[in-house]
């Protein structure tokens, strides 16, 4: 390993457990009515009470996932467990779905179509239940992988089964968000998992990435298409989100490894969106990336689409360093160091700690907030865990051919 990745290695270790961590567990514990707090200012002071119901499910998944794979802290399996506590206390609506937003003590408030609260407390559930071996852990994520597989797809019709965004008569879609966040969940659920259904679902979803949302003829992967992957020429279904199709990457690269043996049509799948969507995304006038373009060049709708928000480079980075451990291939560490440099520029607060969100398209500040209804205690330090640990232990192909030969 050269010395420059080896300083990064250890400058994410550090931030994880000695800045990032330390600024939720300081601020985002509310011992008073269970559960976390996410509305922080930039001093961790409280903004709102209200309490995401997704951001819970990612904060219990990274605590129960320090304790798994880092160090067994007590301290981080029981806040893992009070957040778990509060979700099943809360959370849940008497037809089995989640709810989206709470109060403060967890009455509720907002109720959405989308299924990512769900998402979100299957991988909490299944971090949970690989550390804690208790069943009731286990069957919560079993129960909700199995929603998941339902409102995803419908196994008997093969559509979408939660309701949908656009009326279907006129204008029938699909996200990828939905097949790349399902497919998250069912990795996570791999690890505890005894039945089939997390390889089954897995698989689904990779082929439905591949098939539906990745384009050849534009060399870009959408964000909305029709039900069987058909271009829809609108700014809808124009949209591209290069740092959501870029974490879309790495999810396959990492499916790719964890099949054996590794699979090598998926590794040049997801080296592929990478490539594609670094080349749409970033910024070669102000540097970072950009939020939204259009993939034929048109104007984008959205007021944001020139900004600069925290979490694409904390999955680019992630992604580029992946596809370069697994290829090789020098522009992929060349784009790694790119990302990072510019995030770790931009983005950390040196006097309260964790980073800003929300930057102009020049890098300017455009909020101070450290947390709200969308950033927590998730893509931050899920990439000071991947650039810390996770990556220097991924199996490489040629390790993995090595000890099948072996």
């Known amino acids: 390993m050269d010395a420059t990745l080896s ?206 949302f990745v384009k050849e003829e534009f060399e870009a992967v959408l964000e909305t298409v029709g039900p069987d992957g058909e271009f829809i020429d609108t700014p809808e279904g124009r949209l591209l989100c290069p740092g959501h199709a870029i974490e879309a990457g790495w999810f396959i690269l990492e499916e790719a490894v964890r099949r054996r043996p590794h699979d090598a049509g998926l590794v040049r799948l997801g080296s592929k969106i990478i490539d594609w969507s670094w080349h749409r995304g970033w910024d070669n006038e102000y540097g970072g990336l950009l939020y939204f373009r259009d993939v034929l060049g048109k104007p984008c709708t959205e007021y944001w689409h020139d900004m600069k928000f925290w979490w694409p480079h904390n999955e680019a980075a992630i992604a580029t360093l992946m596809a370069w451990r697994l290829t090789g291939e020098a522009h992929h560490l060349e784009r790694f160091h790119q990302v990072y440099d510019w995030a770790m520029a931009h983005f950390p607060d040196p006097e309260y700690g964790e980073w800003f969100g929300y930057l102009h398209r020049d890098g300017r500040l455009s909020t101070p907030v450290k947390g709200g209804c969308w950033k927590g205690a998730f893509h931050l330090p899920r990439m000071q865990l991947y650039l810390g640990w996770f990556i220097d232990r991924l199996v490489t192909p040629d390790a993995a051919q090595q000890e099948a030969v072996s």
């Not at 995401?52 to 467990?81: K, Q």
């Open 7 to 212: 300083r990064i290695w250890d400058q994410n270790r550090r931030a994880l457990l000695e800045d990032t961590l330390p600024f939720w567990l300081r601020h985002g514990i509310d011992r008073e009515h269970g559960g976390y707090r996410f509305y922080l200012d930039r001093d961790g002071s409280a903004y709102g009470d209200d309490k995401p119901v997704w951001l819970h499910g990612r904060f219990v998944w990274l605590l129960a996932t320090l304790y798994a794979d880092i160090e067994a802290r007590p301290e981080w399996l029981e806040l893992a467990r009070h957040g778990a506590d509060f979700l099943r206390r809360h959370a849940f609506d008497t037809d089995g779905r989640m709810f989206f937003l709470l109060d403060r003590t967890g009455r509720p408030l907002r109720k959405r179509r989308y299924f990512f609260s769900e998402v979100f407390a299957a991988m909490a559930f299944s971090a949970l239940a690989r550390v804690t071996g208790d069943p009731q852990d286990l069957a919560d994520a079993a129960r909700l992988v199995a929603t998941l597989e339902t409102c995803l797809v419908d196994p008997d019709t093969s559509s979408p089964k939660f309701p949908p965004k656009w009326e279907p008569g006129t204008r029938p879609s699909q996200g990828l968000a939905g097949s790349m966040a399902v497919l998250r969940a069912a990795q996570e659920f791999r690890k505890v998992d005894t039945t089939g259904l997390a390889d089954r679902l897995a698989t689904g979803c990779v082929n439905r990435i591949r098939d539906h």
